[in-house]
């Protein structure tokens, strides 16, 4: 039959799925899918409305200023700066989302039952996407607007590999080819991840590395001989490899550009597709959530579940509402910052200086298990909340943690990323208080990806062997 | 608002979609979801219908036969020898499987545009289960259906760790214990698995070991002793691993009993629930398989998804429908047995003699990197369907499969097992064979799970030096 047809047939068995309806059955209800067709369309951009909070987004500055137009296309430097309030998604776009989009919006009574809590708990579980992680969300984003602008490829530094893995796959969906630089500790003790970006396509090198080891000549650098000349076994660093990355953009072996994961304005409103989403479910079942929570390294998961929750408030429609950032207590840009001002992002200072909370770039953080949280600055966007008290931040100690997670795995059957697990212990904790108190909240969790890679942190935990790091 | 009402508002959008319908719209429609309450409430048991193709079900015999009732309880050894057609599945069990259940029926129109075919290639993706596999589907009703006879815990062997996986997060979310005997070189190779284990309650022991390398004291088995003074450093096998796990759970150091990942036939039963999924999101988009392949191990996946199609072509309804296992061209009990007739399961000698197409119980696979298909036998239910021509089978080569799933990662973006890769391997010779024909055919997937846990072989494959293994 026609496709319209089957559409209606789909629709059909929803709506009878209605007939069929009563309570009892209905209690049981645990995950609030959206049907295709309401993935959303347009990415929230929080820059129309900032200025509500009564501070204005400052303007990054700097030599590395200069870079930039030289580093991103034309249309993602177009949406770094708009204030435009929704921006399109294209269509070809739309089309690889809906690889596994929408996601769930999913109800965890298990784990509300296990803590005894009349707090409701919801998360948005990002874990379904091919790479596991929200990364995708943007990584396609990226990609595409390069290839749309006519560049072959695009080239970034990663850490512990969830965003190498989500660039990777969002160029191979492209069909455009991505250059990672991978901090060389993590390329020698995750093989698996770089085996998943090179599945993807991906070249992927150690950063710092120089011939043989670095087999793509094309990616061999300054910067690295930098490094190597300062430490010939030098570890690396997402500070230093972030300056590879960029200077193999910069000197363009082939039409290139680089590519970051978080931090920045266009990728934060990238991630507003997981939030938007959200927003609709929750409209669906009446619910509107009362406090929210999402880890934040650079701030794009936090920040991309958040946005749409934050302009109610910034409206006024929702002057209670809670919003949670959550970091590790080891790395407390947020909850004890350095200083607030201008920094840069990586180590030889190709970035822009940008108006954050900084524990200054030369900070360097505990060798903690959520690789991802361990950045020393925060999204402008995300600083710019907090300073003017619209948003809130928690840091948490990484053995609690890891019993979070372990929480979650015994009653969700959940196996969480480190990262991701210090926005559950922010809801477990607030979960425990509603216990004590009473209140019915609503509570939303940024589910931002699985573990599966990067379970070394819970083998210690169990074992009893974790560093306490604070 | 009441509950009832927030389902309403659910079916509302699903109805207002419909409204909004416009046919290139529509074309677009990539994955085909279910509403919740729309999952299957019944496994299809197909010993009900398979004298239609001339042949009984060869009974079970040998020594082993009275160890059955010790090691599996009341409830499963039932489901083994039930011939109703339809089993209810328990509603607390069905509160379980809405945590990643229903899944999507996909459509894979990247991978279609690619091999330019004008096949239509669906796929049932099982990955999105929190392990990451169809494995779930019967472990959680095994821990289930133990814990409701009164057990405490389930005992269980496993090669690279899906099915152990699979059982601990199983036994997590029944509140039981989950002891693992997991192959000693798969336990030092895989850290990984391990700990996933782990983090869902798992005992997890290296098989064969003895103390001190062995932690549990009551885990300790004379099958192990045997096999350590054949070998002090015995790298372990399924076979021997079985028999542990079979002699721990005869010993019961606590109530606890023996859990088998396939086979079977109340295992493949439990997996009819992914193909009943399968069967209703055809009729609502009102195609139906003119072909299906997965991937057979013991067979559980493959026959899970195939049984409930199976009984159309037992009833006369779809004489044309082809079902294709798909094996290793290294290990190939289906395409070219050995014999056909009794042989164990285990090296010891353990369970008893199943009737099965089979390599000889002796026999020793290659070591690709597709663990999961390196048994010597096979489903008998499964055997007794081939053996009767009312099933076929095919078998690939270890580098055609891993370029499978090269395709299928640079198309689609799924990172696949090496065990599904064989069946995404016959999906796309066939789909290949269409380009040439002509022949709009619907090809369906039983796409059983994510490889991000077991990627040696694509790094081996991607360096071009995978080993060719026939």
Chains 1, 2 share one sequence.
Request: aromatic share 10%; glycine share 8%.
């Amino acid at each position: 039959m026609e496709l319209g047809r089957k559409v209606e047939r789909v629709q059909k068995v929803f709506k009878e799925a209605k007939k069929k309806f009563n309570p009892p059955r209905e209690e049981r209800m645990i995950k609030v899918e959206l049907p295709e067709d309401e993935i959303p369309t347009s990415w929230y951009n929080i820059q129309a409305d900032l200025h509500k909070c009564g501070m204005k987004l400052p303007f990054p500055t700097g030599p590395g200023m200069a870079n930039l137009p030289l580093i991103f296309p034309p249309s993602l430097l177009s949406q770094e700066l708009t204030k435009d309030r929704w921006v399109k998604i294209p269509e070809e776009l739309m089309e690889i989302y809906r690889i596994w989009r929408p996601t769930p919006l999913y109800r965890c009574k298990r784990l509300e039952e296990y803590l005894k809590t009349p707090a409701r708990i919801y998360c948005k579980s990002e874990y379904v996407s091919p790479p596991g992680s929200h990364k995708p969300n943007t990584a396609v984003a990226q990609a595409y607007f390069n290839m749309k602008d006519g560049f072959e490829g695009v080239t970034t530094e990663t850490g512990a590999g969830q965003w190498g893995s989500g660039l990777c796959f969002g160029a191979a969906l492209v069909g455009i080819k991505c250059d990672v630089f991978m901090v060389r500790v993590s390329y020698y003790q995750k093989p698996g991840r770089r085996v998943m970006m090179e599945s993807w396509g991906g070249r992927v090198v150690p950063s710092p590395s120089a011939p043989p080891e670095r087999i793509y000549e094309d990616m061999v650098t300054e910067t690295a001989k930098k490094a190597l000349a300062e430490d010939p076994n030098h570890p690396g660093s997402l500070g230093w490899a972030i300056s590879e990355a960029i200077e193999h953009a910069l000197k363009k072996p082939y039409p290139l550009n680089y590519s970051l994961g978080s931090v920045l304005n266009h990728v934060l409103m990238h991630q507003t597709i997981v939030g938007l989403e959200a927003y609709k479910q929750y409209e669906l079942i009446d619910e509107y959530p009362d406090i929210i929570f999402g880890c934040t390294g650079g701030g794009s998961n936090h920040c991309g579940q958040a946005f749409p929750f934050i302009k109610d408030k910034l409206d006024g429609k929702k002057p209670d509402l809670r919003i949670v950032a959550c970091e590790a207590l080891s790395c407390p840009r947020l909850t004890r910052p350095k200083y607030i001002g201008y920094d840069t992002g990586d180590t030889i200072g190709y970035t822009p200086h940008i108006w954050m909370h900084s524990l200054g770039c030369d900070f360097v953080p505990a060798k903690i298990h959520a690789g991802g949280l361990r950045y020393h600055g925060m999204a402008p966007l995300l600083c710019v909340l907090i300073y003017s008290g619209y948003h809130e931040a928690q840091a948490f100690p990484q053995t609690e943690i890891f019993e979070a997670g372990r929480i979650l795995s015994m009653t969700e059957g959940f196996l969480t990323a480190p990262e991701t697990c210090h926005c559950w212990t922010g809801a477990i904790r607030e979960a425990r208080r509603c216990a004590e108190t009473g209140e019915e909240k609503v509570i939303h969790v940024a589910d931002s990806g699985h573990g599966w890679v990067d379970v070394r942190g819970y083998d210690e935990y169990l074992k009893g062997k974790l560093e306490v790091l604070l």
